[in-house]
């Protein structure tokens, strides 16, 4: 890298000191306290490897994560705060990667705004330290592992990979696949690109290695025997009616609760993506009908924030379309024939039809479709597969983290793309979001230390 590469990486160390230094002053609760913390501070390597290695048949399949995540939990805050910084930066690095070879400023900038501007709330709901290194590393991690398959759709020359780089994606990708859903996500990338291979008869063996490791991560997490006993506890636990509940109403409140994750007033870093998904559109295709299925998800985002909103109480019926999605989903004995449930139904239809039409729509070729179509529905799929497990609303929005990272993917896709936005004035905008979004995380934080 030159010393002038060096410089267009600027923008991800400044969001990754930023982060870094929020992080030096959140308070220690939850999982930071009780299950790890306490446990960590006095306990050595060993201990720490049979402590994991007994919840691998009590509690969860995260041994590798969790045997980490014990080291850090022992580190002094200020320590674990640079690293986590370290892996933000790391985030941002892998996702530019995936979109251009070269290193462009602009891009960078959008990124890291993008970062900033990241619901961080979501790293306490377990603990700050416990719920952001579960998530953040394996995500840095698993978007390293699909480096591999940029030839396939960037306009980069094929690389015989060395030993030494094969031998740290094979680390990478254990490492990332022990988190079930980004294990589930990567497959789902891995396989349809090794599909699309076998068609055009060029398969790559190492894709192929990579698809297997994946996969055996996923059947790790199905067959391990602690998962399946936090399963029994945690119904009883989170969600006694769970056990109630068919495969459809599971997958069902999956697929909701994610759009309803969409619709939250305040996420605007959503509404940032759905309005570059649209200029994007705009620039790219003439036709009305298509400009109108690029304006989709920005409009159906807009109605659901307005119907949540001061304004929109005035709206006859609005609210009761736009109200949070019930805890047994919108299709439920009390709610299924309702006319708020089937509109809600029909809105949440027509946002997921029109953005899967709309990345479609950007993508130039096959195989480039082949691949940010796949990130999408892994991103997806990462968050619908919760509704098969009872902690999904005990865990909180936390588990939309892959959902989310690799939506700012196909945003930097779509800013990198685009040529008729004014990128001065949406740097500006995104400044100011960026701001407000850390004002709130600042002000959640001093509730925090005032308690």
């Not at 501007?117 to 698993?142: H, R």
Request: a positive charge; glycine letters at 6%.
């Amino acid at each position: 890298m030159t010393k002038y590469d060096c410089k267009k990486y600027i923008p991800f160390f400044i969001s990754g000191l930023i982060v870094a230094s929020f992080l030096c002053v959140v308070p220690l609760t939850h999982d930071d306290l009780n299950a790890y913390n306490s446990f960590a501070k006095s306990a050595s390597l060993m201990e720490m490897l049979s402590y994991v290695y007994t919840r691998l048949f009590t509690w969860s399949s995260r041994f590798i994560i969790e045997f980490f995540l014990l080291i850090f939990e022992k580190m002094p805050k200020p320590l674990w705060a640079f690293f986590s910084g370290l892996f933000w930066v790391v985030l941002q690095w892998g996702i530019s990667k995936l979109i251009t070879d070269e290193p462009e400023i602009e891009l960078n900038i959008f990124l890291a705004l993008m970062s900033l501007i990241f619901p961080f709330i979501t790293w306490s709901s377990a603990g700050w330290i416990a719920t952001s290194f579960t998530y953040l590393t394996p995500i840095a991690a698993g978007l390293i592992t699909l480096f591999p398959l940029r030839y396939v759709y960037m306009d980069v020359d094929k690389k015989k990979i060395s030993f030494i780089k094969a031998a740290g994606y094979t680390l990478l990708m254990i490492y990332a696949c022990n988190l079930e859903q980004m294990a589930v996500a990567i497959s789902f990338v891995y396989f349809v690109i090794v599909s699309y291979e076998i068609i055009s008869k060029k398969v790559d063996a190492f894709h192929v290695w990579m698809l297997i490791l994946a996969v055996l991560g996923v059947l790790a997490a199905v067959l391990n025997p602690g998962n399946k006993t936090r399963t029994v506890a945690d119904t009883g636990h989170w969600f006694p009616s769970y056990g109630m509940l068919t495969l459809f109403d599971k997958l069902e409140i999956g697929v909701t609760t994610t759009a309803s994750w969409f619709m939250r007033a305040q996420n605007m870093f959503w509404v940032i993506v759905a309005f570059m998904l649209f200029t994007a559109i705009y620039k790219r295709h003439n036709s009305a009908i298509y400009r109108a299925i690029g304006a989709m998800p920005l409009l159906l985002s807009l109605i659901f924030i307005l119907g949540r909103s001061t304004v929109g109480k005035l709206i006859p019926y609005l609210p009761r379309i736009t109200k949070e999605i019930p805890r047994n989903g919108l299709v439920n004995p009390t709610t299924a024939f309702s006319p708020s449930g089937i509109c809600a139904w029909i809105l949440i239809g027509l946002l997921y039809v029109s953005l899967v039409i709309s990345v479609m729509l950007i993508c130039v070729n096959l195989e480039e479709l082949c691949f940010w179509m796949s990130l999408l529905f892994a991103g997806f799929g990462s968050r619908w597969m919760m509704g098969l497990s009872p902690t999904i609303y005990a865990s909180g929005f936390r588990t939309c983290m892959i959902m989310i990272v690799f939506l700012m993917a196909i945003g930097g896709l779509l800013f990198y793309r685009n040529s008729i936005v004014n990128k001065k004035l949406l740097f500006l905008t995104m400044g100011l979001v960026a701001i407000v979004n850390l004002g709130l995380w600042g002000q959640m934080l001093y509730r925090q230390l005032s308690v």
